[in-house]
């Protein structure tokens, strides 16, 4: 069984940090792209950060860029996103997902993901 977990979310001021883990099992990365989503209130779920299965790349959408870094353990069961200078339009439900055979070149398509975890709740203060 696939299972998806997220953690580490919270309350935070504009320039502070985060850090959030999901925890996974079930799947195998070697043939799954695994990626950060996230969706505020009243907007389209996005994709923010991914990792290519096909050559292990990580990249992040424009607004993200230079503030949060995609990670991974050693033992490819867990899987981070720092997230620094937090900014009040980051404020949304994050969400991991893995979807076999994705490809995210240039940038993850939310129905190419079969695996989605509950979601972690990120509130950005002015």
């Known amino acids: 069984e696939v299972q998806l977990a997220e953690s580490g979310g919270g309350l935070v001021q504009a320039g502070g940090s985060l850090r959030l883990s999901c925890a996974t099992s079930?799947?195998?990365?070697?043939?799954?792209?695994i990626a950060w989503f996230r969706q505020a209130p009243g907007k389209e779920r996005e994709g923010v950060a991914w990792l290519s299965w096909q050559d292990g790349s990580t990249d992040y959408v424009d607004s993200v860029k230079g503030r949060f870094t995609f990670s991974t353990d050693h033992a490819k069961t867990m899987v981070y996103l720092q997230m620094n200078s937090l900014k009040p339009e980051d404020t949304a439900v994050y969400f991991c997902?893995?979807?076999?055979?994705?490809?995210?070149?240039?940038?993850?398509?939310?129905?190419?993901?079969?695996?989605w975890g509950q979601g972690t709740q990120v509130t950005v203060s002015s």
């Open positions: 079930g799947f195998s990365w070697s043939d799954h792209a």
């Open positions: 997902a893995a979807g076999w055979g994705a490809v995210v070149r240039q940038g993850p398509i939310i129905s190419d993901f079969d695996y």
